[in-house]
């Protein structure tokens, strides 16, 4: 779009001083730094929010594809294990007491996952659903920060992650989602475009990406290129 500007550096990164965002009531949710300026709404808009339990159906009635007991921003417990929880409990801010009520959960997929939570419904609060779903995205944040810090050091270029546009951060988080964090391997051309800093190039890259979640990347690509 005419209206975007070539190089993502000429934007200027907005991030929370503070690092939190509303909780439920007077409570405040940590925000981990991989996650500071990166908009919160448009992930949970792709990837839908609820405080309660459900399993994924698809047009047809049927469980979607292997899909798991899913809760707060599409976080698929059925993709998880003892090992992966634990993670997010030791690296990721996940309080130990609400790992110990998802844990029920982990590794149920289709049919087994919806059978047990018919009879084993579960609800969050706003708050826990927003801790897990950031514990959740910040381990997946993790690996592309890493990467991309230690490619623009290798390159003796002063970039960091963190000073990225909030844009550029937040589609970058949310192919990461769907692709795995490895970006570098797992996407290229797309991870090309995020070391360039180009908005111009990673919007073109987006329209262009291939039949997978065609519909999904469009959205990014449209979000990304609004002024």
């Given at each position: 779009m005419s209206s975007t500007p070539k190089d993502a550096r000429a934007q200027v990164a907005q991030a929370s001083p503070s690092g939190t965002m509303p909780g439920s009531g007077a409570n405040t949710i940590s925000?981990?730094?991989?996650?500071v300026g990166i908009d919160m709404k448009f992930i949970h808009a792709q990837e839908g929010y609820e405080t309660n339990g459900y399993v994924p159906y698809d047009n047809n009635g049927n469980v979607d594809g292997?899909?798991?007991?899913?809760?707060?921003?599409?976080?698929?417990?059925?993709?998880?294990?003892?090992?992966?929880?634990?993670?997010l409990v030791k690296n990721h801010g996940l309080d130990p007491a609400l790992a110990a009520r998802l844990k029920p959960y982990l590794g149920l997929t289709?049919?087994?996952?919806d059978s047990f939570l018919a009879a084993n419904p579960i609800t969050l609060s706003k708050a826990e659903a927003e801790q897990l779903s950031n514990a959740k995205y910040d381990q997946i944040a993790g690996d592309p920060v890493n990467r991309y810090d230690k490619a623009m050091k290798a390159a003796g270029r002063p970039d960091t992650f963190a000073a990225l546009p909030p844009k550029m951060k937040t589609v970058a988080l949310s192919v990461a989602i769907q692709h795995g964090a490895n970006l570098r391997y797992a996407t290229k051309r797309f991870w090309k475009t995020l070391l360039s800093g180009s908005v111009t190039a990673m919007e073109h890259e987006l329209r262009n990406f291939g039949p997978n979640y065609k519909s999904r990347r469009i959205r990014e690509a449209d979000y990304l290129g609004k002024p």
């Open positions: 925000v981990p730094p991989s996650l292997s899909s798991g007991v899913t809760i707060g921003a599409g976080v698929d417990l059925g993709q998880m294990n003892d090992y992966d929880l634990n993670r289709r049919k087994a996952a």
